[in-house]
């Protein structure tokens, strides 16, 4: 039987997209955060992204985005999870956050649900270790934006049982996604690559090496990636990227994963990329 009402915790950049994604594949959706504001904008922002949808796919059926947005639950009350049978938990890349969350989720949710994380960086064992369910903990890394990106980075913890890998592939099945399985390690694979890069590439700029954009023209024109490391950054949040590079300096130790302090002086600015209008690049 399919997978039918699931929970998704957090109404960022990526819990906005991955509810989205769930309603427009017919599933209803539970989506929680701390204050009415946020959820409010996440109503804003989904319909806005559905319109747009709308707009690029010519040829595919318009959808009505109030049709969508009426299969999902907006609350600040995490007692509503209780009837939900899978939950992907897309909270800020904070151990303290996450923590606390869940903790709170697995005394309201059924001990049979499947918890999804939905980490840069936290390694999925960790995540599992404060709950009582360890076998039902995955990860589950989507890359943004969610509805047009089809493959998702799935991380197997430690106790992560084999079927509860079964669970969250039919999941994303039924999100229209598929998935590359690997191991638990802070970062996982593209994170652990990803980071580095961008932080490097903000060194670069710190270092006035070259400019934002010819740091990004570099990777596109040379090496054919879609989009350069700066605005890829701009584009996750750098106050993610921030969070993320400290997630793997505190795990491994390793002086490589350093944040550059213009990084951090741009955190302190409040300048955190597309979500706040303005990063490397200014967005109108
Ligand atoms: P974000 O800052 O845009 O959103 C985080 C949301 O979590 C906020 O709306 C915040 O209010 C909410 N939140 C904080 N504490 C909460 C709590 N106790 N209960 C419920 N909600 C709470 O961040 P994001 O970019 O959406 O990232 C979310 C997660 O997804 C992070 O772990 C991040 O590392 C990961 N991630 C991000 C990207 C990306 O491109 N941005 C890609 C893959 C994974």
């Given at each position: 039987m399919n997978i039918q009402t699931v929970g998704v915790v957090g109404a960022g950049v990526m819990g906005i997209g991955v509810a989205q994604n769930l309603a427009q594949t017919g599933h209803q959706v539970i989506l929680v955060d701390i204050s009415d504001k946020i959820l409010e904008q996440a109503k804003q922002e989904i319909s806005k992204n559905i319109r747009f949808q709308g707009f690029f796919n010519k040829s595919e059926k318009t959808e009505n985005p109030k049709e969508v947005l009426q299969r999902i639950k907006f609350t600040t009350n995490y007692q509503f999870l209780e009837s939900a049978e899978f939950v992907i938990e897309n909270t800020t890349e904070k151990w303290n956050i996450k923590n606390q969350v869940y903790s709170q989720l697995d005394t309201i949710c059924p001990k049979e649900s499947v918890f999804a994380a939905n980490t840069s960086a936290i390694p999925i064992t960790r995540i599992a270790s404060v709950t009582q369910r360890a076998p039902k903990v995955i990860g589950m890394h989507f890359m943004n934006p969610v509805p047009m990106k089809s493959m998702v980075e799935t991380i197997r913890g430690y106790h992560t049982s084999e079927e509860?890998?079964?669970?969250?592939?039919?999941?994303?099945?039924?999100?229209?996604?598929?998935?590359?399985?690997?191991?638990?390690?802070?970062?996982?694979?593209?994170?652990?690559?990803?980071?580095?890069?961008?932080?490097?590439?903000?060194?670069?700029?710190?270092?006035?090496?070259?400019?934002?954009?010819?740091?990004?023209?570099?990777?596109?024109?040379?090496?054919?990636?879609?989009?350069?490391?700066?605005?890829?950054?701009?584009?996750?949040?750098?106050?993610?990227?921030?969070?993320?590079?400290?997630?793997?300096?505190?795990?491994?130790?390793?002086?490589?994963?350093?944040?550059?302090?213009?990084?951090?002086?741009?955190?302190?600015?409040?300048?955190?990329?597309?979500?706040?209008?303005?990063g490397f690049y200014a967005y109108t």
């Open positions: 509860t890998i079964e669970t969250a592939k039919k999941m994303l099945a039924q999100m229209g996604k598929e998935c590359i399985l690997v191991n638990d390690s802070p970062g996982f694979v593209s994170n652990r690559v990803l980071m580095l890069t961008i932080n490097e590439a903000i060194f670069l700029l710190q270092d006035q090496v070259a400019s934002a954009s010819d740091v990004d023209r570099i990777f596109k024109t040379c090496f054919g990636h879609k989009m350069g490391p700066l605005e890829t950054a701009d584009l996750i949040g750098l106050d993610t990227i921030l969070f993320s590079i400290e997630v793997l300096y505190e795990s491994f130790n390793d002086s490589k994963y350093r944040p550059c302090p213009l990084l951090k002086k741009m955190v302190d600015a409040g300048l955190y990329g597309r979500k706040s209008g303005q």
